[in-house]
């Protein structure tokens, strides 16, 4: 296994068009862009965008992202809303379920993938 490098700004130009949230909570309905690349098992790895919106998160692997731009609070099934802005890096565990609401277009890389009990 080699030491794998990406620049966001390299990724965004492979972004594909915008799709609706899988599980949109009202009005206006968010849409995402997302490009990632395999990693090892069954990580992935990538840049991911998001306008706003409400909806329900659907990542079920553990999740470290760093987000870019944008600002958006969420609301964990369990625990006290985050507040998320540029410059914040988050970790969500496995299962971690909750609402999104964003509020300015959001942007993060991110790595997702299985943790060892």
């Known amino acids: 296994m080699s030491i794998v490098s990406f620049r966001p700004e390299d990724l965004l ?9 899988k599980v949109p909570l009202g009005e206006p309905v968010a849409a995402t862009r997302t490009t990632s690349f395999n990693g090892a098992a069954a990580s992935a790895r990538g840049v991911w965008e998001c306008s706003p919106g409400t909806w329900r998160r659907q990542v079920l692997q553990a999740e ?30 496995a299962n971690t379920g909750g609402i999104w609401r964003i509020q ?14």
């Open 13 to 21: 130009e492979t972004l594909p068009a915008p799709v609706p949230v």
């Open 64 to 93: 470290f992202c760093t987000f870019l731009e944008g600002e958006a609070v969420f609301e964990p099934d369990e625990g006290e809303p985050l507040h998320i802005r540029a410059g914040d890096a988050v970790y969500f565990p």
């Open 104 to 117: 300015t277009t959001l942007r993060k890389t991110f790595v997702v993938f299985d943790e060892q009990p």
